[in-house]
């Protein structure tokens, strides 16, 4: 029977220089919403987030932009996202939920603003921002055209052409 013996020679790798320890990742994504802006009255009043993206990642045309989107285009989104994955033979991407709708605050004599208090608005913010960074996170999802026309294009077309993204 043959001894096996354990290999313990160091790895030798590249000595790091100050611009690797200090210089831009080789990959990141930066998505951040913010600027929550509510405008119109009675029943057209609504919310709008700024969504800042930043990115070296060669897939997005633009490497930073910055678009302003309501509640009702994360719902566009995840459910065109939704439908992408079911329309695919093999990878199925699990769309993250979005925050809820916040039924109850919607209705009437309730003492408080509503979906427009403050601190709902900033609750909202930060489930919208966790949900875009989960989603525009997952490799697959990078390839979606409507991730890519809500994250950079200025008005999204509800009306577009669903397809991938091909890298540049």
Excluded at 80 to 86: A, F, G, I, N
Excluded at 92 to 115: H, N, S
Excluded at 117 to 137: H, P, T
């Amino acid at each position: 029977m043959a001894d096996t013996i354990a290999d313990t020679r160091r790895l030798f790798t590249k000595p790091q220089n100050l611009n690797d320890a200090y210089g831009p990742p080789s990959n990141f994504l930066e998505i951040d919403v913010s600027n929550p802006e509510t405008i119109g009255v009675g029943r057209g009043r609504h919310t709008t987030y700024e969504v800042r993206l930043k990115t070296n990642l060669p897939i997005f045309k633009l490497k930073e932009s910055s678009v302003r989107r309501r509640y009702s285009d994360f719902e566009w989104l995840r459910a065109e996202l939704e439908r992408e994955s079911k329309g695919a033979l093999f990878s199925k991407v699990v769309v993250p939920p979005l925050p809820g709708k916040a039924l109850i605050r919607q209705l009437p004599f309730r003492g408080d603003d509503g979906i427009f208090d403050d601190s709902f608005i900033e609750e909202r913010r930060q489930g919208l921002e966790q949900f875009l960074n989960k989603v525009a996170g997952h490799p697959l999802a990078q390839n979606e055209k409507c991730l890519h026309m809500f994250l950079q294009d200025e008005s999204v077309d509800k009306h577009y052409t669903p397809s991938k993204v091909r890298q540049a």
